[in-house]
């Protein structure tokens, strides 16, 4: 828990989607694609798991991964305060709760609240209630992070761990103004998840809701590129929290003090399947990666390659695309030798055992009959062992 400033809060301002798919030089290169014998990370819950590290894990890139993947950061609303004057006693800003609309907030989120009518240098002691009864209690000062800007509020970050209770949770702030109260009900996650918990001292990965003692491939992604993998057994309970040595203590998502990602992570559990990230005190909207599918079972091999702007030639006299049209879809076919870009935002997905991406009608040559610029082409990279789709120069 800690009092953090509200510039952080307010520099998230409605809400953003930048779809990014980056080809990488370091990227798993195709002379690679065989299917590696790596050790089995097993993790017994009396001992210390095995990293997630450089020395452990694999670069053989896995046939059914999809090399390529796509990132979307997306941002919340913003919370303010008035002047303190304009308050007859403290009162909590409501901009956080109305982000959420009334709904629950899900542990590992951050809670973000401000309490407004006061001025730098009023003293705050917080009271949390938990469901169970306990209460935990912090002091604070009400004072500004950003040279030059008084502060008129006391800000508070708060994240609800996994090993805490669900249910309603009261944050009391006493003031010698008076009392400000809000209360929020938080619930456990549904389904399996994957958290990034990075601290200055630690980095960890943390595995939750999985099936008991399932096999799970983690993955990284750099620059948009599969980087590097390694497989972990669940423990008993669902759950595994495994340190992680990509990103920590001195690696280049730290600049001494404050952690940065820069990485993206991927579960694939052998029951669950596949999983994003989120990071841990994550808030609605926030610092999470929800992007296409990087994971298709009974796939072809996915085509190395191909990426946003990636120009691709049709190898196949079967190959076809669906297109959609308002709200209807047809099928039609598409002459060997056909070209296209992969369009800008596309992003590739798994459906019916195959991996589809979204044809650039207007770049294609020869053109492609019953196709434009406004019209929603989507292409199989293969159906079966029949490839339709390589990357072209």
Known sequence: MENKSRSAWKTCA????????????????????????????????????????PDNASKVAPEDIIQQMGSIPAYGGSASCNSPDTYSQPTVDQSFIDTYGGKPVEMMEGIVLGVCGLSEGDSVTTNIHFPNGKVESQKGVVKSNVIGEVANSYDLSYVVGLDQPAGPYRFEFQTSKGTAEATLDVIAPDGPQLYVDMEPTKSDLILYNFKPNEKVRILIYMKGM??????FTIDKNGNLTIPNDFEGPGSAGYDGTVASRKGEYVAVGEASGQVG?????????????AAGDIYCSGAHTP?????????VEVISDHAFGKLYVSGSQSTIPIRNGTRFHIAPASQPYCKDGAIWWAADCSTATPVIPGCSANQGLVVPEAIDQDVFLQAAP
């Open 303 to 311: 085509v190395i390659g191909f990426g946003p702007y990636q120009y």
């Open 226 to 231: 599969l980087d590097a993998w390694q497989e």
């Open 277 to 289: 990230y989120k990071e841990k005190g994550w808030y609605f909207g926030y610092t999470y990666w």
């Open 14 to 53: 409605g809400f953003v989607i930048a779809c990014i798919l980056i080809l990488s030089c370091n990227a798993i290169t195709g002379s690679n694609r065989e299917t590696p014998t790596i050790p089995l990370q097993e993790s017994p819950t009396d001992s210390q798991p095995v990293p997630f590290s």
